[in-house]
């Protein structure tokens, strides 16, 4: 079975999971019980779909708010960076308005993450480390195997903007 994870990361269990109530975080695929890799459509389960990686088909249904910011799950650019903090801030909005907000990437593990940890901090005022540990005890403990994302956090992303526009030589 080819789960394409990256150093033999297992693909999640679930399609999605509730890191605080009204937020949700989840993935394009999920392992069923037998140990296939099914895809995860999102149809009309949440008020908000926010995208850091998307596939045809996979939703969510219209009338459904989708926003899309595909980033890689590799060292982001300064946009990159920026279009992180909007979803993050824009998700924490919906949130805090009574909505439910999903935020997916290819796994749910990564990109989901920095953004979900993002919106934690903006919402409800958490350190990264209370952030990330929070989605690592909802999620999956393989949520963050991309350490860059969890420094760029402890770091904060305004600062790794800033580190990242320096274009400084090699």
């Given at each position: 079975?080819?789960?394409?994870?990256?150093?033999?990361?297992?693909?999640?269990?679930?399609?999605?999971?509730?890191?605080?109530?009204?937020?949700?975080?989840?993935?394009?695929?999920?392992?069923?019980?037998?140990?296939?890799?099914r895809?995860?459509?999102?149809?009309?389960?949440?008020?908000?779909?926010?995208?850091?990686?998307?596939?045809?088909?996979?939703?969510?249904?219209?009338?459904?708010?989708?926003?899309?910011g595909?980033?890689?799950?590799?060292?982001?650019?300064?946009?990159?960076?920026?279009?992180?903090?909007?979803?993050a801030?824009?998700?924490?909005?919906?949130v805090?308005?009574?909505?439910?907000?999903?935020?997916?990437?290819?796994?749910?593990?990564?990109?989901?993450?920095?953004?979900?940890?993002?919106?934690?901090?903006?919402?409800?005022?958490?350190?990264?480390?209370?952030?990330?540990?929070?989605?690592?005890?909802?999620?999956?403990?393989?949520?963050?195997?991309?350490?860059?994302?969890?420094?760029?956090?402890?770091?904060?992303?305004?600062?790794?903007?800033?580190?990242?526009?320096?274009?400084?030589?090699?």
């Amino acid at each position: 079975m080819n789960t394409r994870q990256k150093d033999h990361v297992p693909a999640p269990r679930t399609r999605w999971d509730e890191i605080r109530p009204g937020l949700w975080m989840g993935g394009h695929v999920w392992t069923d019980t037998t140990g296939l890799l099914r895809p995860v459509v999102v149809t009309d389960e949440f008020d908000l779909v926010v995208s850091a990686f998307t596939r045809p088909d996979h939703g969510p249904d219209p009338g459904v708010d989708h926003l899309v910011g595909e980033i890689p799950d590799a060292s982001l650019t300064p946009p990159q960076i920026r279009t992180v903090q909007t979803l993050a801030t824009t998700t924490a909005d919906a949130v805090r308005d009574g909505r439910t907000a999903l935020v997916r990437c290819y796994s749910g593990y990564n990109r989901s993450g920095l953004i979900v940890a993002q919106t934690l901090m903006e919402l409800d005022g958490l350190e990264a480390e209370e952030a990330i540990d929070l989605i690592r005890r909802r999620r999956s403990s393989w949520a963050f195997n991309n350490g860059l994302f969890e420094h760029y956090l402890t770091t904060g992303l305004d600062i790794t903007y800033v580190l990242t526009d320096l274009n400084l030589p090699d």
